[in-house]
Nanobody
Framework: QVQLVESGGGVVQAGGSLRPACAAS????????MGWYRQAPGKQRELVAI???????NYANSVKDRFTISRDNAKNTVHLQMNSLKPEDTAVYYC??????????WGQGTQVTVSS
């Protein structure tokens, strides 16, 4: 069993920054990929950023040059540095991990609200 605990969401004014974190625990023997998704009210969940086991990253076009995903393999943690936040970034942000030995897990979500 694997548990994901997210933290670091909150309320910020447009132009501000947040840095959500996701810590994984349990039967973990390495990750294929770790990522962040988001879901705004009335919209489908969408990929925000993903980082592979080798460190390759991929971002949604809407967040390129503003968000940076990073991972700490020793601590089984993934971060999402979010800068220059916009009201349209408001959503629940979910952590997702895909394990080397199989299994795909989601965090409980953390709310990010950007006021104009």
């Amino acid at each position: 069993q694997v548990q994901l605990v997210e933290s670091g969401g909150g309320v910020v004014q447009a132009g501000g920054s947040l840095r959500p974190a996701c810590a994984a625990s349990g039967r973990i023997f390495g990750f294929n990929a770790m990522g962040w998704y988001r879901q705004a009210p009335g919209k489908q969940r969408e990929l925000v950023a993903i980082i592979s086991s080798g460190g390759s990253t991929n971002y949604a076009n809407s967040v390129k040059d503003r968000f940076t995903i990073s991972r700490d393999n020793a601590k089984n943690t993934v971060h999402l540095q979010m800068n220059s936040l916009k009201p349209e970034d408001t959503a629940v942000y979910y952590c997702n991990v895909n394990l080397l030995l199989g299994g795909n897990y989601w965090g409980q979500g953390t709310q990010v609200t950007v006021s104009s």
